[in-house]
């Protein structure tokens, strides 16, 4: 990861504590307060059950202890304090060992409504919820394991597979369309967007296209991939993704869906 971040992480106190500020406290209040509003009716089932089982606090950041405490007893999981920005190979590690990377800093008001590097919150909100699903769970773990023993080359195929599950990923349900991807969950304008605009295309998923299918971090999505249960994801988790990433090494990336960057 070549960029720098403009933010620090907190380091925890010899007992695991961070000690965040007020005003660090009340932007998780907002953002979480806001976010609440904006998700009933949007979010996946299992989303809803993981927030009821994490019982986050709305008026402060959640110490990571509390969050560990229900996470490994729901999926053996837990998450780790890491920097602002950390190594490939030491994300993957992370989910190979059923660490959830969490950056341990958050937002100020000034990128209150969109950050391109994941928060606190963004992780917390947006992700740790469905880690309590044993579906998602091991879907997430072995996505690390493969990343841990992939090639450079190979990690960004994969990432994209990441990207249009774990971050963007829908459900089709006889409810109509539903979210669980974490970068839509913690965000009130994708939150909307995905569910009821009539501008993304939403295709159902199939693995091999979410490998060739490009995406930019700092628009809404064009393009979104849908399954029709959480437990699908089990099935994934059991193809031979890295013959799928060969594949699509060798058939290419799909035309972009936006302009590039320099033109947007």
Same mark, same amino acid.
């Given at each position: 990861?070549?960029?720098?971040?403009?933010?620090?992480?907190?380091?925890?106190?010899?007992?695991?504590?961070?000690?965040?500020?007020?005003?660090?406290?009340?932007?998780?209040?907002?953002?979480?307060?806001?976010?609440?509003?904006?998700?009933?009716?949007?979010?996946?089932?299992?989303?809803?059950?993981?927030?009821?089982?994490?019982?986050?606090?709305?008026?402060?950041?959640?110490?990571?202890?509390?969050?560990?405490?229900?996470?490994?007893?729901?999926?053996?999981?837990?998450?780790?304090?890491?920097?602002?920005?950390?190594?490939?190979?030491?994300?993957?590690?992370?989910?190979?060992?059923?660490?959830?990377?969490?950056?341990?800093?958050?937002? /100020?008001?000034? #990128?209150?409504? =969109? $950050?391109?590097?994941?928060?606190? %919150?963004?992780?917390? &909100? @947006?992700?740790?919820?469905?880690?309590?699903?044993?579906?998602?769970?091991?879907?997430?773990?072995?996505?690390?394991?493969?990343?841990?023993?992939? /090639?450079?080359? #190979?990690?960004? =195929? $994969?990432?994209?597979?990441?990207? %249009?599950?774990?971050? &963007? @990923?829908?459900?089709?349900?006889?409810?109509?369309?539903?979210?669980?991807?974490?970068?839509?969950?913690?965000?009130?304008?994708?939150?909307?967007?995905?569910?009821?605009?009539?501008?993304?295309?939403?295709?159902?998923?199939?693995?091999?296209?979410?490998?060739?299918?490009?995406?930019?971090?700092?628009?809404?999505?064009?393009?979104?991939?849908?399954?029709?249960?959480?437990?699908?994801?089990?099935?994934?988790?059991?193809?031979?993704?890295?013959?799928?990433?060969?594949?699509?090494?060798?058939?290419?990336?799909?035309?972009?869906?936006?302009?590039?960057?320099?033109?947007?």
């Amino acid at each position: 990861m070549g960029k720098e971040s403009n933010y620090v992480s907190k380091q925890p106190d010899a007992e695991g504590i961070i000690h965040w500020t007020d005003e660090e406290n009340q932007v998780w209040h907002d953002l979480v307060d806001r976010q609440l509003k904006c998700i009933p009716g949007k979010a996946c089932d299992e989303y809803m059950k993981g927030l009821d089982l994490l019982d986050l606090p709305k008026d402060r950041i959640p110490q990571l202890h509390e969050l560990n405490e229900v996470l490994e007893r729901e999926t053996g999981w837990q998450v780790a304090a890491v920097p602002a920005l950390i190594p490939f190979d030491e994300f993957f590690r992370l989910l190979a060992n059923k660490q959830f990377p969490v950056a341990t800093f958050i937002r /100020t008001r000034e #990128e209150f409504d =969109y $950050l391109q590097e994941p928060d606190i %919150f963004h992780e917390i &909100f @947006g992700h740790c919820p469905l880690l309590t699903n044993p579906a998602f769970a091991h879907f997430t773990h072995q996505y690390g394991k493969l990343g841990y023993a992939a /090639t450079p080359k #190979e990690r960004v =195929y $994969l990432a994209r597979l990441y990207w %249009f599950t774990v971050e &963007f @990923g829908l459900l089709q349900t006889d409810e109509g369309i539903r979210i669980y991807g974490g970068g839509i969950l913690s965000s009130p304008a994708e939150t909307e967007y995905a569910v009821n605009s009539d501008k993304p295309e939403r295709h159902p998923l199939k693995a091999l296209d979410a490998l060739r299918t490009p995406y930019r971090i700092d628009i809404i999505q064009p393009v979104y991939y849908t399954i029709n249960s959480v437990d699908e994801l089990f099935e994934i988790s059991d193809m031979d993704i890295m013959a799928l990433v060969r594949e699509a090494m060798e058939l290419g990336l799909f035309e972009p869906k936006f302009p590039p960057k320099d033109a947007a």
